[in-house]
């Protein structure tokens, strides 16, 4: 069959990126290939059988060889490059390969300019703003100023891009994610630890008083203004932050969860984390909006989703 447009998706089998390769393989003029390591992705996050547009290669984009077989087996039209050591504490933990990373994207990148690919979308992160100085958080306005290794690298690829689109014309759109949660996602994250612990009747762990605030984005809204600015041909060359606008304390989301989940279980709260933890985070999402054209997913709807199949916590 020919399809309309090849796609390739790396980090596939992670929670985001399975999301947004799902919402690929949806429309049969696409053929996605789904790339990953299985670091932190799942085989459990892979479409259903029955749908024929598309394969999984195990595979590290941080090897040449890995990455270079896959992107000259395929002529791919875009790249979801999602694939990421992520998690505040498994980066804080593993330095050295989290700028990996860095290596891993020169190599997608000169691919993707030698084999005709038409943009790349990036998933980079809130993290690049570092405690920032500006509410809520602008993309052009809002400095970049974190220190810690993992948004250094987030920082460095969306140089990279603006770099190979001035030297080469390689098309891209940066997409700043802010804390997402929904089905799929793993209790590496507060949101579905929190779920988690509820159901399970333990005590739910905050670090510090829990004053810090933090938003959350449903995965559906995350996933919907990725896949209408791909489409939509929206914001070439340019940063949108993915986001939700809706600020909340950690300590109150914990006391949201028990509520919603009719748990029993305590809050108990452990020492500051040394690093990583900053204590506000709230994304300018204007462009995102103009994306989605409707309203976002209220964060008592999205938890209800997932108390309502709690089998899909990772």
């Known amino acids: ?19 947004i390769a799902d919402k690929m393989i949806e429309n049969p003029e696409n053929f996605v290939v789904i790339m990953d390591n299985l670091l932190t992705g799942s085989i459990k996050r892979l479409p259903p059988k029955d749908k024929k547009n598309w394969r ?12 270079s077989a896959v992107m000259l087996n395929d002529s791919f039209d875009y790249v979801f490059h ?28 000169d691919l993707c300019k030698n084999t005709g690919v038409k943009r790349v979308f990036y998933s980079s992160s809130s993290e690049v703003y570092g405690e920032p100085f500006e509410h809520p958080q602008n993309e052009l306005t809002t400095p970049l100023n974190s220190r810690l290794p993992y948004a250094v690298v987030k920082n460095v690829g969306e140089a990279f891009l603006k770099s190979y689109e001035r030297e080469y014309g390689l098309e891209y759109t940066v997409f700043r994610f802010f804390n ?5 996602q793993s209790t590496d994250f507060v949101m579905s630890k ?24 449903y995965v559906d809204d995350n996933i919907e203004a990725c896949a209408n ?29 028990i509520t919603l989940s ?34 976002l ?9 997932i108390l309502d199949n709690p089998k899909l916590i990772f």
């Open 262 to 295: 009719g748990s029993k279980s305590g809050i108990k709260h452990l020492p500051p984390l040394m690093e990583g933890d900053m204590s506000r985070r709230k994304p300018d999402i204007t462009k995102m909006r103009t994306l989605l054209g409707r309203d």
């Open 229 to 257: 600015a791909a489409y939509g041909d929206k914001f070439i060359n340019d940063v949108v932050n993915i986001g939700n606008d809706n600020e909340i304390k950690i300590i109150d989301l914990a006391k949201m969860i």
């Open 1 to 19: 069959m020919e399809y309309k447009r090849r796609i390739l998706v790396t980090g596939g089998a992670g929670f985001v990126g399975s999301c």
């Open 56 to 67: 999984f290669v195990k595979a590290d984009v941080n090897n040449f060889r890995d990455v």
């Open 297 to 305: 997913t209220p964060i008592e709807d999205g938890i209800r989703k």
């Open 180 to 184: 997402t949660y929904g089905p799929k």
């Open 82 to 109: 999602y694939a990421a050591v992520v998690g505040v504490k498994r980066t804080l933990d593993n330095p050295i390969m989290v700028l990996n990373d860095i290596q891993g994207f020169k190599y997608l990148l």
């Open 194 to 217: 929190f779920i988690k612990d509820a159901l399970a009747g333990k005590d739910l762990t905050i670090y510090g008083d829990g004053s810090q605030t933090r938003t959350f984005c």
